[in-house]
């Protein structure tokens, strides 16, 4: 990779390494590594273990300020499904990551620069060496522009409220949910479906959608917030 491979990447960024040297070691997998040790090439593999704590540690300190009145299941939920190895290499696509890595001629010819697990693995080595030569503040500045967290709010798309509230009331034994429509209407092609859920026979939370399911969500998304208030 030339330098002006190394520039570009940076400014894709936002971050300006004083050693560019750290960030090739980010962007050289094992096989390219084990295929030109005697040029002295490093894999980013220690790399990728520090980023995986430096991430999910940077993840869950913006939503834990940000989104004071989410229940404590809900962020770990939200913390993994940021994290997770799609979302990484899902980022990873949009910097085009895959074209500044360095790859041993097998994972070449495998289509290695398109594969989400190499992908995610070298965003995460990307993030800790941002994170060893600038510290935490430009770590969670990338953070937030590349998996959308924004000041106020984390954007989190299909948020299974179901699920987290079901994994946040699990935590006691002896709960028991139960969600039931109350109300419908509109024509038949364009239901509203109002639906309650209640926690132990008390009530929780209630919400609309055009399907049942929807409305479902939203009833588990307001019993979310009851319960955290």
């Known amino acids: 990779m030339n330098e002006l491979s190394i520039?570009?990447?940076?400014?894709?960024?936002?971050?300006?390494?004083?050693?560019?040297?750290?960030?090739?070691?980010?962007?050289?997998?094992?096989?390219?590594?084990?295929?030109?040790?005697?040029n002295g090439a490093v894999s980013n593999?220690?790399?990728?273990?520090?980023?995986?704590?430096?991430?999910?540690?940077?993840v869950a300190a913006m939503i834990y300020r940000n989104m004071p009145e989410m229940p404590e299941g809900q962020m770990t939920r939200q913390r993994a499904e940021l994290v997770c190895e799609k979302s990484l290499a899902?980022?990873?696509l949009s910097l085009e990551l895959g074209k500044y890595l360095?790859?041993?001629?097998?994972?070449?010819?495998?289509?290695?620069?398109?594969?989400?697990?190499?992908?995610?693995?070298?965003?995460?080595?990307?993030?800790?060496?941002?994170?060893?030569?600038?510290?935490?503040?430009?770590?969670e500045r990338i953070v937030a522009a590349l998996l959308g967290i924004e000041e106020d709010r984390v954007i989190f798309e299909n948020t299974d409220y179901k699920t987290t509230l079901q994994e946040l009331i699990q935590e006691k034994a002896g709960q028991k949910l139960d969600y039931a429509v109350i109300g419908e209407s509109g024509p038949d092609h364009m239901k509203t479906y109002t639906v309650e859920v209640r926690l132990n026979n008390v009530?929780?939370?209630?919400?609309?959608?055009?399907?049942?399911?929807?409305?479902?969500?939203?009833?588990?998304?307001?019993?979310?917030?009851?319960?955290?208030?």
């Open 90 to 92: 899902s980022v990873a």
């Open 7 to 38: 520039r570009e990447l940076q400014n894709k960024l936002g971050y300006q390494f004083d050693d560019p040297e750290l960030l090739m070691t980010a962007l050289t997998h094992s096989s390219y590594a084990n295929e030109n040790k005697k």
């Open 45 to 58: 593999e220690r790399l990728e273990f520090l980023g995986d704590s430096v991430l999910g540690m940077t």
């Open 203 to 229: 009530f929780k939370g209630r919400g609309k959608g055009r399907s049942k399911k929807e409305a479902e969500q939203e009833a588990a998304r307001a019993a979310l917030s009851e319960i955290s208030k």
């Open 102 to 139: 360095l790859l041993g001629h097998g994972e070449e010819k495998s289509g290695g620069r398109s594969r989400p697990s190499i992908l995610a693995d070298a965003m995460e080595a990307v993030i800790a060496a941002v994170y060893l030569e600038g510290g935490f503040e430009p770590v």
